[in-house]
């Protein structure tokens, strides 16, 4: 049951989120790439893709809050 409340898809967020963000550090925005997150994250793509769109829309969502 993916609610946007469920504390299994914020806490799989919240990894996607961090992981990106250091990979900022280091890459240019364009550079990165989802292999990259999950690799870090040890989540599945599936996971990724079920919460954001691609890169540009996780940026946005991370921009938003």
Do not use: G, W
Not at 36 to 50: H, P
Request: proline content about 0%; cysteine-free.
């Amino acid at each position: 049951m993916n609610v946007k409340n469920n504390k299994r898809r914020r806490e799989s967020q919240d990894k996607i989120e961090r992981a990106f963000i250091e990979v900022l550090q280091t890459h240019e925005i364009k550079d990165v790439t989802v292999s990259d997150l999950i690799k870090m994250t040890e989540l599945n793509r599936s996971t990724f893709y079920a919460n954001y769109i691609d890169i540009f829309d996780l940026a946005d969502k991370i921009r938003e809050k």
